[in-house]
């Protein structure tokens, strides 16, 4: 097979196995009001992490992300959607410390796109703005499998990052971790949202990088998304 016949076949799959792979990617995350001082937090006990996911019983709101990856045969852009469950008190006292909780359904890579073989996805970034009109107290996150290493959070100003170094392989079957976020609430008579981060190509909410093989050829691309559609996945008023 010719140099010509082998790129004109990678350059045709390259997007649909981009946009397989980019089932990893989703995840929904904060946002919300105007920043505002508070008093010192309420000592009252407040639902974990993995109660509040698991009172979570509508069904779960669908995220949806414009993604664009850049190849050695130019940009490809394409879609992805991903459900998600959220769960956030509903009213909580303004001075008072409570807790977001987020996470997606369990997923799969293909082993395969079209005859390509889908090596592995690494490198996965995702930037969390802090919610206005809270302050961040602390992060962590729970759970989670073959991610082929550890995720970390990080807090730096108003942005929370999450990086999953990887491998995740082709062919195999993850869980994202939950992201349990607790905030402490600024003025009353305001609402904290949960949403996604993100606004354009340029200002991703999340980033990645895939590799697509073929014989001895391998394809690197960085992948970057954003949420072209927006749902409030959860509202808690500041009383």
């Not at 799969?108 to 796109?113: D, I, K, M, R």
């Not at 996805?121 to 290493?149: M, Q």
Request: charged share 15%; net charge positive.
């Amino acid at each position: 097979m010719t140099t010509q016949r082998i790129e004109t076949r990678l350059r045709k799959s390259s997007t649909s196995a981009l946009t397989a792979v980019a089932a990893l990617t989703g995840l929904a995350l904060l946002t919300a009001g105007t920043p505002a001082a508070a008093a010192s937090p309420s000592p009252r006990a407040q639902p974990t992490a993995a109660q509040l996911v698991a009172a979570q019983s509508a069904a779960a709101p669908t995220a949806s992300y414009a993604c664009r990856a850049d190849t050695k045969f130019g940009k490809h852009t394409f879609s992805l959607k991903q459900g998600v469950n959220a769960k956030a008190p509903a009213t909580v006292k303004a001075g008072t410390g409570f807790t977001i909780a987020v996470q997606l359904k369990p997923g799969s890579l293909p082993a395969e796109v079209r005859g390509f073989k889908l090596k592995e996805v690494r490198d996965l970034t995702l930037r969390i703005p802090v919610p206005n009109n809270t302050w961040f107290i602390s992060g962590r996150l729970i759970g989670g499998s073959g991610l082929g290493s550890t995720p970390t959070l990080e807090h730096s100003g108003r942005v929370i990052t999450i990086r999953l170094g990887g491998p995740v392989p082709g062919g195999s079957a993850y869980q994202l971790p939950i992201l349990s976020v607790r905030l402490k609430a600024g003025a009353s008579g305001r609402v904290v949202k949960t949403s996604l981060k993100g606004t354009s190509f340029d200002d991703p909410g999340l980033t990645l990088t895939a590799a697509i093989k073929w014989k001895f050829i391998t394809i690197k691309s960085p992948v970057a998304c954003y949420p072209d559609t927006n749902p409030t996945l959860s509202r808690t008023q500041i009383r």
